[in-house]
């Protein structure tokens, strides 16, 4: 007996002494002190960045990890702790030696957590990891199309942005006048839906919809065209420069139900998302786009930033902005309109969800004052919930290369941010997809 006694003892002993995995225990429910890294670990997998999904956006919801550890050194076990909760054993490769792992995270919130790690139950962490979750930035690169053709030139420049930048994505907006436009040959509006159709089915961008009421659009709808109530000029026998709101509710249900004609006819698809031209949207045209089906709307505009038009002609494109886009600006953000009034978020609600156009058109603002709008977006911190920033430019016979490099400046300043690359919260999208984000309350 007493022989079998010894014999236990010492069996135990030198298990013990080459650090026996039973001897360990299990992970510890309290995170080890943290200490400097240990030089002799490697700890990969943890990135700077991941995010919190939505119903658009899916997001990340665990970390892959793996240490690697001294090869002369026996380790038996490596635990990592994620955000104070409790230790979580990860497992040996037997191809490898390193200890790997998936550590889930979408229980977090946004905000700044960390990672400790400790092998063999020790006290001390070997290594401290901090990330960050946050929230989508959205940015949505819109074009205005406020003439019949674009041109050639300006087409090239969406694509050799895109080349520049292959993740970004364009929500299209599109003159229905390309299709009613006498100017405009048939075969010239075939390769204008077949650019838009391409470029909608290979790269997931968006057509959606612009209004300019030219006079050769409005009088396929059946109305008579309006031309005394310009934003320039004292009137406008064109219609180009006539407000939308000047059609009331009724009225512009008409242009849209011609414009979703010409549309579908085209093989484009009803579009589901608009901005006004000159941003002219009066709380009826926001009823009538609800009332025809278009589920989100950017013709709030952030006016300050195109004091350009202060003098310009009648001064009342800048006026008419300032007066009833009040209290948009750099930060503003996507909202459901009151019945009443469209600057309030207030209940009851128009069924459609407004995002400000709160960095505005590049015709307005440098690469520099879009960096400091972006800026204002987002501080560098995580996002304790989503954000839009909305961007555009006028794609046209008269598109300078400036504009150009404005637009390719203030991506290059968010490609530094890529979600998909764990950099930050920049999410490219389309405008359709927002109201996934912000359901209707």
């Known amino acids: 007996m007493t022989s079998g006694w010894v014999a236990l003892t010492i069996a135990m002993a030198a298990t013990a002494a080459c650090g026996g995995g039973d001897e360990i225990g299990p992970p510890k429910v309290t995170p080890p002190q943290v200490g400097g890294d240990d030089p002799r670990f490697t700890v990969d997998g943890v990135a700077p960045w991941y995010l919190v999904g939505n119903a658009a956006t899916p997001g990340a919801t665990a970390i892959d990890v793996a240490v690697t550890v001294p090869a002369d050194e026996p380790v038996e076990v490596v635990d990592a702790w994620v955000a104070g909760g409790p230790g979580q054993r990860l497992t040996r490769d037997p191809a490898t030696g390193r200890f790997v792992g998936t550590l889930a995270i979408d229980h977090l919130a946004a905000g700044e957590h960390e990672v400790l790690f400790a092998s063999d139950g020790k006290d001390v962490a070997l290594a401290r990891r901090v990330f960050k979750r946050t929230h989508p930035l959205y940015v949505i690169l819109s074009t205005d199309w406020d003439f019949s053709d674009p041109g050639d030139a300006a087409l090239l420049y969406h694509d050799r942005i895109r080349e520049l930048h292959p993740t970004v994505r364009f929500t299209h907006f599109v003159g229905p006048y390309a299709f009613t436009d006498p100017d405009v040959t048939e075969a010239r509006k075939a390769a204008l839906t077949t650019w838009l159709t391409t470029r909608r089915d290979q790269?997931?961008?968006?057509?959606?919809?612009?209004?300019?009421?030219?006079?050769?659009?409005?009088?396929?709808?059946?109305?008579?065209?309006?031309?005394?109530?310009?934003?320039?000029?004292?009137?406008?026998?064109?219609?180009?420069?006539?407000?939308?709101?000047?059609?009331?509710?009724?009225?512009?249900?008409?242009?849209?139900?011609?414009?979703?004609?010409?549309?579908?006819?085209?093989?484009?698809?009803?579009?589901?998302?608009?901005?006004?031209g000159g941003w002219t949207a009066s709380i009826d045209t926001l009823k009538a786009l609800a009332a025809k089906g278009y589920i989100a709307d950017t013709s709030a505009n952030n006016w300050a930033r195109m004091e350009e038009w202060i003098d310009v002609e009648s001064g009342e494109?800048?006026?008419?902005?300032?007066?009833?886009?009040?209290?948009?600006?750099?930060?503003?953000?996507?909202?459901?309109?009151?019945?009443?009034?469209?600057?309030?978020?207030?209940?009851?609600?128009?069924?459609?969800?407004?995002?400000?156009?709160?960095?505005i058109m590049v015709d307005y603002v440098t690469r520099a004052e879009m960096v400091e709008i972006f800026g204002k977006n987002w501080d560098g911190t995580a996002l304790a919930e989503p954000r839009t920033f909305m961007m555009g430019f006028h794609p046209s016979s008269s598109m300078t290369s400036d504009e150009f490099y404005r637009v390719n400046g203030i991506l290059d300043h968010s490609d530094r941010f890529l979600a998909s690359d764990h950099a930050g919260p920049v999410v490219y999208a389309v405008l359709k997809e927002m109201p996934s984000v912000w359901p209707q309350p």
């Not at 109530?229 to 249900?253: M, N, R």
């Not at 209290?327 to 309109?337: K, L, M, N, V, W």
Request: glycine fraction near 8%; hydrophobic fraction near 35%.
């Open 203 to 276: 790269y997931d961008d968006e057509i959606g919809l612009h209004i300019h009421p030219w006079c050769h659009f409005v009088t396929t709808a059946g109305l008579t065209c309006i031309t005394d109530q310009s934003t320039v000029y004292a009137s406008d026998p064109t219609g180009y420069t006539i407000k939308l709101e000047a059609y009331g509710q009724a009225g512009f249900e008409a242009l849209l139900t011609r414009a979703d004609e010409l549309f579908v006819g085209r093989g484009l698809g009803k579009p589901v998302t608009f901005r006004a």
């Open 317 to 359: 494109l800048y006026r008419w902005n300032m007066t009833n886009w009040q209290s948009i600006g750099d930060t503003s953000q996507p909202y459901y309109p009151n019945v009443s009034d469209k600057l309030s978020g207030a209940a009851p609600h128009v069924a459609i969800l407004e995002v400000p156009d709160n960095a």
